[in-house]
Nanobody, 124 residues
Framework: VQLQASGGGLVQAGGSLRLSCAPS????????KGWFRQAPGKEREFVAA????????SYADSVKGRFTISRDNAKNTVYLQMNSLKPEDTAVYYC??????????????????WGQGTQVTVSS
């Protein structure tokens, strides 16, 4: 099963983008979903996560106040609204899903399911 991420692109600093992620097949509606990113030469890092109900969210300190994660379970889609983008946000963004919210946000292990990634480039 694949998670399909979309919405990446090139934007100037201070601009906005919205990423979307949906599975290519039915399922994952009850999973925690979220986003990681990896910049060139850097390790993959956690960005944000949202519980299956949408009642709990978690963000990396570097994106708090600028990024908002949300989900529409009727469409089985998770979104990442990215505002006030900075050049240091440039990375490949990956959506990921896992049955456990606590494991997801504690980063005790990688999420079980991953998407293919979408490139976000922020120019200065």
């Amino acid at each position: 099963v694949q998670l399909q991420a979309s919405g990446g692109g090139l934007v100037q600093a201070g601009g906005s983008l919205r990423l979307s992620c949906a599975p290519s097949t039915r399922g994952f509606s009850s999973n925690t979903k979220g986003w990681f990113r990896q910049a060139p030469g850097k390790e993959r890092e956690f960005v944000a996560a949202i519980s299956w109900s949408g009642g709990s969210t978690s963000y990396a300190d570097s994106v708090k106040g600028r990024f908002t994660i949300s989900r529409d379970n009727a469409k089985n889609t998770v979104y990442l609204q990215m505002n006030s983008l900075k050049p240091e946000d440039t990375a490949v963004y990956y959506c990921a899903a896992d049955p456990s919210y606590s494991d997801y946000v504690s980063r005790s292990r990688p999420p079980a399911y991953w998407g293919q990634g979408t490139q976000v480039t922020v120019s200065s």
